[in-house]
């Protein structure tokens, strides 16, 4: 086994963000004049590439790593960066209604862009709380006239949404977390969003650009939820499950009570520890 890369975490404040992230995670954020929306844990995107924070490659960022090392993640790489990002982010406020796009239509219409597949991971959500999964338009032309005619009570699906649960968002899927909710998210290394819908919320005095034809353009209908698969794995040791495996990941969550052995059989591997304390191969870890 390859020695484990600890990385150092990147902060980013968001207007809807929170103020839980420093706090539940003991991460040193002092900054107290904007809230935080989001941690990046691991990322190799142009808008926050991760840096190593242990011996033997110690500063050297993830992409600078993966480009002098590439057998260390087996030789997997996207256009020489980290092929993904995993992120927690804190909800406060509602965040946009938006879509991503696919590789296709990313790398027509976003300067070569990879496109955006997503997974979140409920970490915590408030009671009677809820997300915003599909819509409710049955074609593709209804989907234009009730986003054009602004008709956002029909066309948003909300659905409930408690901890621990878990969703698969491919490209094309309208999506949105809600105020109340924390989540950690595992995507394609990409930040194109569209915004479809903003709540008419003003940034600035302004109200927030929207993107409502290449939105129109990219949202896949009639909706049909992506199903998680919730496998359960055989780990001695451990209550493990593949929750989902998409051509751009495989997540699986594991608890483990005393001592397991893992056989990963992936080119890398990325840990998020979301709970409790330990070691892992004789390093001691943590939540956070």
Partial sequence: MKDILFLKPLFF??????NKLPEIYNFNYTNTEFPLGEIWGVSGHKNGISEILTSPFEGMSINNLINSEPDLF?????????????????????????????DAYAAEHENGSLGKMECWYILDAKEGG???????????????????????????????????????????????????????????NSDITYRVYDYDRLQDGKPR??????????????????????????????????????PCYTVCKATVNGTA????????????????????????VKKG
Avoid: Y
């Avoid at 404040?13 to 929170?18: A, R, S």
């Avoid at 020489?80 to 796009?101: C, M, N, T, Y």
């Avoid at 029909?154 to 408690?162: N, S």
């Fill in 13 to 18: 404040e968001k207007i809807w963000g929170g």
């Fill in 74 to 102: 087996g030789n997997k790489t996207a256009n020489g960066e980290f092929p993904l990002q995993i992120r927690i982010i804190d909800a406060k406020e509602d965040l946009s209604i938006q879509v991503h796009p696919d």
């Fill in 130 to 188: 809820t997300i915003v999964i599909g819509h409710n338009a049955k074609n593709h032309e209804e989907v234009e006239e009730m986003i054009r005619g602004k008709r956002w009570k029909e066309f948003i699906r909300e659905i409930p949404v408690k901890k621990g649960d878990f969703f698969q968002i491919n490209p094309g899927c309208v999506h949105a977390i809600k105020g109340g909710t924390l989540i950690l998210e595992t995507q394609q």
């Fill in 209 to 246: 650009a929207l993107h409502v034809q290449q939105s129109i353009d990219v949202i896949k209908a009639p909706f049909e939820p992506a199903v998680a698969e919730h496998e359960k794995l055989d780990v001695e040791g451990a209550e493990a499950e593949k929750l989902v495996s998409c």
């Fill in 261 to 284: 052995e893992f056989d990963w059989n992936q080119p890398f591997v990325d840990i998020s520890v979301l709970d409790g304390e330990g070691s892992f191969d004789g390093t001691p």
